[in-house]
């Protein structure tokens, strides 16, 4: 087991561009969560995955965000149409129900930053 | 709504005892995490309470009162690496973190 995965780590893109990450869970964990985190700031929850069913949307989660989990695996977060405001470490975590409380783990994240 | 209050910056020395504070106010409360967090780095997990009490771990101690919706985590024998932000999440009736802005530790010499 190698933990939560992200790709890309860093990502540079100019504005209005399109840009799409990828999260690979722990196996077992059959809960995912995307969460987006500013320089100083805890991370915000964005939205959250059983399975292959996306459960919660937040309301930071705009019409240009999408986030996918096909069968329930791997999971993709997209956003159309950068702007500025983009700007940040995108963190994914993966869990699992019963766990024995330690809690939710991590991924390395993926800083994005728009031009 | 949701509102995790902890202290944005704290200062200590090696060696010495710090305790940062998280006061909570959320709907739905199923546990309290706290987190480090090292710059550029994922959160890592430290401690989980979700019963009144103190829970102890190594040189990290976290305690919860849920009628006053309050939390500390206590860190002993401060080491150099300890220098980092220190989160502190509900998980809520949504099965999600609520997270707090973060503390930053410096620890000094």
């Known amino acids: 087991d190698t933990g939560v995965s992200q790709d890309p780590r860093h990502k540079i893109t100019k504005r209005g561009q399109n840009v799409t990450f990828r999260c690979d869970p722990i196996?077992?964990?059959?809960?995912l969560y995307w969460y987006r985190q500013t320089l100083g700031q805890g991370p915000e929850f964005l939205t959250y995955?059983?399975?292959?069913?996306?459960?919660?949307k937040s309301r930071l989660l705009s019409d240009r965000f999408s986030a996918e989990r096909p069968k329930g695996s791997f999971s993709t977060l997209e956003i159309q149409r950068t702007e500025q405001g983009d700007s940040a470490m995108y963190l994914c975590?993966?869990?699992?129900?019963?766990?024995?409380?330690?809690?939710?783990?991590f991924g390395s994240g993926t800083r994005l930053t728009v031009v | 709504g949701q509102n995790i209050d902890q202290p944005t910056e704290m200062t200590a020395t090696e060696g010495a005892i710090v305790q940062i504070n998280c006061t909570y106010q959320?709907?739905?409360?199923?546990?309290l995490f706290w987190y480090q967090q090292h710059a550029g780095e994922a959160p890592t997990f430290l401690s989980y309470?979700?019963?009144?009490g103190l829970e102890e771990k190594g040189r990290f101690s976290s305690f919860l009162s849920r009628s006053k919706g309050y939390s500390y985590l206590l860190l002993k024998e401060l080491q150099m690496k300890d220098s980092a932000s220190y989160l502190c999440?509900?998980?809520?009736?949504?099965?999600?973190?609520?997270f707090g802005s973060g503390t930053r530790l410096q620890v000094q010499p």
């Open positions: 995955f059983q399975n292959e069913a996306q459960l919660e």
């Open positions: 309470n979700v019963l009144d």
């Open positions: 196996s077992e964990h059959n809960r």
């Open positions: 999440a509900v998980e809520t009736g949504r099965r999600a973190l609520t």
């Open positions: 975590a993966s869990s699992r129900p019963g766990r024995n409380n330690y809690g939710y783990t």
């Open positions: 959320t709907s739905g409360f199923n546990g």
